[in-house]
């Protein structure tokens, strides 16, 4: 088991930046597959960004060229790394951990944080 806590959420004019972490508490073999996952106001969830031990980097197609993950493995910390954010961007993140593999579907992962809201205005 680990437990997520997600950080560095807030509020941000359009063109900004932010960047979330994910500290991971428990087994270290726990954060060797993680990701980042989104959900908007009555939208499904949807995944951001992923990350495994092998360094393989997942995103997808909307966050490219704006969003980078990155983990400190010592500190066991994901970190999701948003710049050029827009309105559409607004959504709860959610850390996620335990896949087998880097992947965009939630139902890979065992683990999930309880979320830090992101809300960017025009």
């Known amino acids: 088991q680990v437990q997520l806590v997600e950080s560095g959420g807030g509020s941000v004019q359009a063109g900004g930046s932010l960047r979330l972490s994910c500290a991971a508490f428990?087994?270290?073999?726990?954060?060797?597959?993680m990701g980042w996952f989104r959900q908007a106001p009555g939208k499904e969830r949807e995944g951001v960004a992923a990350?495994?031990?092998?360094?393989?980097?997942t995103y997808a197609d909307f966050v490219k060229g704006r969003f980078t993950i990155s983990q400190d493995n010592a500190k066991n910390i994901l970190y999701l790394q948003m710049n050029s954010l827009k309105p559409e961007d607004t959504a709860m993140y959610y850390c996620?951990?335990?896949?087998?593999?880097?992947?965009?579907?939630?139902?890979?992962?065992?683990?999930w944080g309880q979320g830090t809201q992101v809300t960017v205005f025009s």
């Open positions: 428990g087994s270290t073999y726990s954060t060797d597959c």
């Open positions: 990350i495994d031990f092998t360094g393989s980097l």
């Open positions: 996620a951990a335990r896949c087998r593999v880097s992947t965009l579907d939630g139902t890979a992962y065992r683990n």
